[in-house]
């Protein structure tokens, strides 16, 4: 899986993006096979004036899926990711099983040799 965080309008540490990079990793471990490629946007869109301004966009290309985009603000950056993360994880699967779940289901015939026939 290929993970890219971009921020903008923000000074993020060092330490918030690998903190970042782990929770992604560790929330989405388990369907990594799906995921191809996953952005992480992260944007202060009022400034320095404070308030639920946070902005943090999750973007998910998957093989066989569409996109998901799921997108949230709050009024610390950790907590807008940590909420977009688990409701991309939630869509994510949903589509993952919504898929399985229409896959034609795929039928086994024994073959009978000419010797066995009735």
């Known amino acids: 899986m290929e993970l890219t965080i971009t921020d903008l309008n923000l000074e993020l540490s060092s330490q918030n993006v690998s903190r970042i990079k782990q929770k992604a ?3 989405f471990g388990s369907v990594c096979d799906s995921v191809q490629v996953m952005k ?5 869109i009022n400034g320095p004036k404070g308030g639920k301004d946070k902005h943090c966009r999750v973007i998910i290309h998957t093989k066989g899926i569409p996109d998901i985009v799921v997108t949230d603000n709050q009024t610390s950056v950790m ?8 409701r991309a994880r939630t869509a994510l699967l949903r589509k993952v099983k919504r898929k399985q779940k229409n896959q034609p289901k ?10 066995e026939a009735p």
């Open 25 to 27: 990793r560790r929330m």
């Open 40 to 44: 992480i946007i992260l944007d202060d």
């Open 79 to 86: 907590s807008a990711v940590n909420l977009a993360l688990t």
């Open 106 to 115: 795929v039928k086994h015939h024994q073959l009978v040799s000419d010797s």
